[in-house]
């Protein structure tokens, strides 16, 4: 039986045999390492390709909420006409806040508007507890630094309101609410009565399906978080 002869491009049999040795050794270690680190970054891609289909790394609006958003209501031009009167009668209308709520998702500033219904709920507490636990609620939302969805207030106010957290009556975020409330009066709401979502409805068209996006999260290469984020809304 014919042994099959292995040839080594490297090999110098004039060199001593310890320094070919080595030589050889290096060159299959150099090789396999080679081997490891292209398997390893064709891995790294794999998992990134399955990461990036997950629909919580995607940039899209919670899954479902566009098509709700979307879907028409039974409110008449007529009645659409009458938001245009008057922000109070907008958010007086549950057709108008809600169309009112999809515009802001637009612009990504929903927060104004959760914060204030957050508000108007909390007024109807009647309850010690109720007053407390959902005070609590609000301000590690809406108010304090960082907070998840936290609204543009100044300094006086949001003191004023952590000073009184911890006894809070239905009148503790009254200043807060009212602010909000004309920051949205002045600025978004103007913007709204000019928008399409709006429009459609005063010249009774069907409401186009608006594909929200929402800020996409950065990560490296190696990092691959398990946990879902937080989207759970006040509404």
């Not at 609000?138 to 960082?146: A, P, V």
């Not at 009148?171 to 913007?191: K, P």
């Not at 608006?210 to 809304?233: G, H, M, Q, V, Y």
Request: charged content about 30%; glycine content about 2%.
């Amino acid at each position: 039986m014919e042994k099959p002869l292995v040839f080594f491009s490297q090999l110098n049999m004039s060199e001593p045999k310890e320094k070919t040795f080595y030589k050889v050794i290096h060159a299959i270690g150099k090789e396999a390492s080679n081997k490891d680190i292209k398997n390893r970054g064709k891995e790294k891609r794999n998992r990134l390709s399955l990461l990036l289909q997950k629909p919580e790394f995607h940039e899209d609006v919670i899954p479902g909420q566009t098509d709700n958003l979307a879907k028409g209501t039974s409110v008449s031009p007529e009645e659409a006409v009458k938001w245009g009167e008057s922000f109070d009668k907008l958010l007086s209308h549950k057709d108008g806040f809600n169309a009112f709520t999809r515009f802001l998702k637009t612009e990504f500033s929903e927060e104004n508007i959760e914060f204030w219904a957050a508000c108007e709920d909390f007024k109807k507490s009647q309850e010690p507890h109720q007053l407390l636990h959902k005070a609590q609620a609000i301000y590690e939302k809406f108010i304090q630094n960082d907070a998840p969805q936290e609204v543009n207030l100044d300094f006086h106010t949001k003191e004023t309101i952590f000073k009184s957290i911890s006894q809070p009556t239905i009148h503790s975020f009254d200043a807060a609410q009212s602010r909000v409330y004309r920051l949205m009066e002045q600025d978004s709401y103007t913007r709204f009565l000019k928008s399409d979502i709006y429009l459609d409805l005063i010249k009774g068209r069907p409401p186009r399906t608006t594909n929200l996006r929402r800020r996409s999260r950065s990560f490296t290469f190696n990092e691959f978080p398990d946990e879902k984020p937080d989207l759970a809304i006040w509404l």
